[in-house]
């Protein structure tokens, strides 16, 4: 802009003013005050930015921290690019950040928002998953299991068999000996005479049958005690072994072998002579005795 110089007084004009007025020099102070306030209105509003931003971030690292599947790491913002301010035109650069930061906040919600909308539903299905998953045992721990439990019931019903089969050998083996004994003892009471306790001996004889053998001897016992006295006959017997032939279910009844030898002294001249006898001797259970039913000599 032109300006006048005015004369000095020294030479006859009018008073000279020293102090010149530069419009240059205003108007650089006017766009560099407006070029420093644009500069802090754009560092507020990259100050601004960056804290949307590690908002934004950190509402993603707590998702998917929270997330039980494993969600890919987003890839971080690139660090913004500085504003640019030209001293020419401060308030053109001013509007272009603030236009800058509003598209970047934008830009930011609309990501956090669409993260949040497309996060979400992924992230519900996979937990849902999980915890069924976590709820059913494996199969090889249900495998093992059954066979377990298959394991401890064969084992259990072979340890009962086992037991009913022992004590069924024990109650067999207890029933024997005792019909065993019982042939024994009978068949020794039935061959053993005396002709000086003819009497005694026949009624033990008696005392040790049952059923139709029991009357049978009892209707012959006069006779048999006539014969005893007249040979005067004195006869000893050895059991020499004795085998049980058949058992019945009930234990009441049962057949035993005997083979026995005897020694006879009589009247007649015998003197103590041998005898080889094998008896097969019926016996039947009477109370809580076991008494001959019948006998047999078998050649």
Known sequence: MPFRKRASPLLGGDPVDDERVDVAEVVDDDVTALAEEAEAEAAEAEAMAAAARARARAIRLRR????????????????????ATAEPDATTDADTTDADTTDTDTTE??????????????????????????????????????????CTLALLTVSGLMIWQHTETEKHNR???????????????????????????????????????KKDFEQQAEDFNQVAQESKVVTEVTVKGAAVESIADDANSGVVLVAAET???????????????RLSVNLAREGDQLKMSKVEFVP
């Open 175 to 213: 029933t024997a000996a005792e019909f065993e004994a019982a042939g024994r003892q009978g068949a020794v009471t039935l061959m053993s005479l005396n002709f000086n306790s003819a009497k005694d001996d026949i009624q033990r004889i008696i005392d040790n049958t049952t059923g139709q053998f």
């Open 263 to 277: 020694k006879v002294t009589n009247a007649a001249g015998a003197k103590q002579e041998p005898r080889a006898w």
């Open 64 to 83: 998917a921290a929270s997330a039980p599947a494993p969600v890919e790491a987003e890839a971080e913002d690139p660090e913004p690019t500085p504003v």
């Open 109 to 150: 919600a609309d990501t956090t928002d669409a993260d949040t909308t497309d996060t979400e539903p992924v992230d519900e299905a996979p937990a849902d998953e999980q915890l069924q998953r976590r709820a059913r045992p494996p199969v090889w721990k249900v495998v093992a299991a059954t066979l377990a439990v298959l």
